[in-house]
């Protein structure tokens, strides 16, 4: 079965960096375009980024654009998400999906990000 197991949350201060990581299994990951969703307490999911099969396809929200980039290996079947500049409004658990926006099937379990001083 699928399974989506992220993984590299914590907690970091505001400006500071963290890397996600998602590993993959039960499928063919390099078949299979892929997410970063995020939801903070109290609200809605975010899509935070997607990225195709190859990686020449990459989406941000406009929240995030300039300060994550998401990445994949497809040799590892991993996903990951760099966060750079972090924010407090970063804050919230984060999941690795499988698929795009209104395209998705199976999501992880998710990692809490705590930006805090």
């Known amino acids: 079965q699928v399974q989506l197991v992220e993984s590299g949350g914590g907690l970091v201060q505001p400006g500071g960096s963290l890397r996600l990581s998602c590993a993959a299994s039960?499928?063919?990951?390099?078949?299979?375009?892929m997410s970063w969703v995020r939801q903070a307490p109290g609200k809605g999911p975010e899509w935070v980024s997607a990225?195709?099969?190859?990686?020449?396809?990459?989406d941000y929200a406009d929240s995030v654009k300039g300060r994550f980039t998401i990445s994949r290996d497809n040799a590892k079947n991993t996903l990951y998400l760099q966060m750079n500049s972090l924010k407090p409004e970063d804050t919230a658990l984060y999941y690795c999906?499988?698929?795009?926006?209104?395209?998705?099937?199976?999501w992880g379990q998710g990692t809490q990000v705590t930006v805090s001083s």
């Open positions: 990225i195709n099969t190859g990686g020449g396809n990459i």
């Open positions: 039960g499928f063919i990951f390099s078949s299979y375009d």
């Open positions: 999906a499988r698929g795009r926006e209104g395209d998705s099937d199976s």
